[in-house]
Every structure is written in structure tokens, then in C-alpha cells.
């Protein structure tokens, strides 16, 4: 009866340019589970400017998972809302590992830099060629001594 039509999440576009009856075709869904499952957070939907429901393709890849979660897994509504937000959390971190890799990698590259230089282009950097064993010792000052 539906045409099995297959979208990577990964790949799917993020524009809400579908109207609820195809995305609810798409998804293999009645219109009032997407309607429900809007009501719910599971699915934000887009809003056009009457006010109808707008859906991505990486929405439906979503109700597909939904879906899937729900009646294959048996997971409930609020175990996969919990999911749902794990798994954008997981992207948001890896996205920002990326980020403060690429930081790292641009601050290991300036130190490369500095040290290819020969001699420190600051005065007050003295390179020691071996640790310092030396013991410091720090004593407060009584209210005596000056």
C-alpha cells in the first residue's frame, strides 16, 4: 500500500518544506500521530504562514525512527523522548570535541612554529636545558621581622 522510500538522517535535508499529509505518507503515520507526537516534543514541526505543520526530511527519518522505537523495541513515548534528546546531545558534543580538536590542533601547530624560530623571540622566556632540582623552601613572615 506505501512506497517504502528510504532517508538517511545524516544526509536528509533540514527544510520544513513537506505539508503533515505527506511527511505522515512518508513516515507510514496517520496525520494525528504527527499532530500527537508535535504535542508531545518528539517532533517539532515547522509552521507555515496559516499556521499548517511543515516537516523535513530529516523530521520524517525521525517519525521513522519514532516508530520503529515505539513498536519494534517497545519503548514508550517519554523513554524515546528521552532518547531523542540523548542522541541530539551526543551530536552537539561530538561537533564540539571537533571544534576544540581543531583548536588543539592549530595551538600544537603555533608551538611547532616558535620552536622552529631556534631562539625564543621573547627576552623574558629563558629555555633550561635540564629540570631545575632546586628545593625552594617558603616561610610566612612573623610580625617581627622586616
Not at 5 to 32: C, F, T, W, Y
Not at 91 to 108: F, H, I, K, M, P
Amino acid at each position: 500500500m506505501y512506497e517504502e522510500i528510504n532517508i538517511s538522517v545524516e544526509r536528509a535535508s533540514d527544510a520544513k518544506v513537506l505539508i503533515i499529509s505527506v511527511a505522515a505518507k512518508l513516515a507510514g503515520m496517520h496525520p494525528q500521530t504527527l499532530r500527537q507526537y508535535d504535542r508531545l516534543g518528539l517532533v517539532q514541526a515547522g509552521r507555515a504562514g496559516g499556521g499548517g505543520r511543515r516537516y523535513s526530511e530529516r523530521d520524517v527519518a525521525l517519525l521513522r525512527e519514532v516508530q520503529k522505537l515505539s513498536q519494534e523495541e517497545g519503548v514508550n513515548l517519554a523513554g524515546i523522548k528521552r532518547i531523542i534528546g540523548l542522541e541530539q546531545l551526543v551530536g552537539e558534543l561530538q561537533e564540539r570535541v571537533s571544534q576544540l580538536e581543531a583548536q588543539l590542533d592549530d595551538a600544537y601547530r603555533r608551538i611547532a612554529q616558535l620552536e622552529a624560530m631556534g631562539s625564543y623571540p621573547r627576552r623574558d622566556l629563558v629555555r633550561q636545558e635540564r629540570p631545575s632540582t632546586a628545593l625552594v623552601v617558603w616561610r610566612p613572615r612573623r610580625s617581627g621581622d622586616k
